[in-house]
């Protein structure tokens, strides 16, 4: 079993709705959530940056962790064709290497 | 703003040649790291260095090295390239090791012919 699984997608969505982007991760020793939100052909670049459970909102994106049901959620409000990229969510216990995900791939359809 | 910058965008080698990827950071961060990406299986770290001449493995480090010779620049050798290592590797560095933020560069796509 994977330390952390993503659905790959491909995901694809009007502009304007609401995306749900989803990881599960077996360890109960990690402790940091990351997502990360990687352009075609460039590097992957920090989108939200969560400790322990509970919600961090930054302007239309509000990432959620779960830690009893070891889940992890990003939430795009009115999304927009600039939204579209692979996001790969990653976590780490805090004295170890940090775990990405496969990533899933939004399109997010003008 | 941190810059990440990977010597070269696209590379393509033949098996059996020695391979360098060069990565230059500019933040002045302790840590950096060698990835590499492949559908369906993500982002596997191949070594880690967390000072200059300092190094550890990572998951995948077979048929790979490494040299931080400077505290900006940290290299990864392919000592012997094969088909197999076809692949985009990203390169990054943060501040602490595990628990800060991860600035990428914008990758190379080697491909091993």
């Known amino acids: 079993q994977k330390e952390v699984e993503q659905d790959p997608g491909p995901l694809s969505v009007p502009e304007g709705a609401i995306v749900s982007l989803n990881c599960t991760y077996s360890?109960?020793?990690?402790?940091?959530f990351m997502w990360y939100r990687q352009y075609s052909r460039k590097g992957p670049e920090l989108l939200m940056y969560?400790?322990?459970?509970g919600n961090k909102e930054d302007g239309r994106f509000t990432a959620q962790v779960d830690k009893s049901s070891k889940y992890i959620s990003l939430f795009i409000r009115d999304s927009q064709p600039s939204d579209s990229a692979t996001y790969l969510c990653?976590?780490?216990?805090?004295?170890?290497?940090?775990?990405f995900g496969t990533g899933t791939k939004l399109q997010v359809i003008p | 703003d941190v810059k990440v910058t990977q010597s070269s965008r696209y590379l393509v080698k033949r098996t059996g040649e020695k391979v360098f990827l060069e990565c230059v950071q500019d933040?002045?961060?302790?840590?950096m790291f060698w990835y590499r990406q492949d559908p369906g299986l993500g982002l596997r770290l191949i070594y880690f260095?967390?000072?200059?001449?300092?190094?550890e493995k990572g998951d995948i480090p077979e048929g790979y090295s490494v040299s931080r010779e400077k505290k900006e620049r940290f290299s990864l050798i392919l000592e012997s390239a094969s088909t197999n290592q076809t692949s985009m590797y990203l390169c990054?560095?943060?501040?602490?090791?595990?628990?800060?933020?991860?600035?990428f560069g914008p990758g190379t796509r080697l491909t091993v012919l």
């Open positions: 360890n109960s020793a990690f402790q940091y």
């Open positions: 933040m002045d961060h302790e840590n």
């Open positions: 990653a976590t780490t216990g805090g004295y170890q290497k940090v775990t």
């Open positions: 990054a560095s943060s501040l602490q090791p595990y628990t800060d933020t991860q600035y």
């Open positions: 969560t400790y322990s459970s």
């Open positions: 260095s967390y000072d200059v001449k300092m190094k």
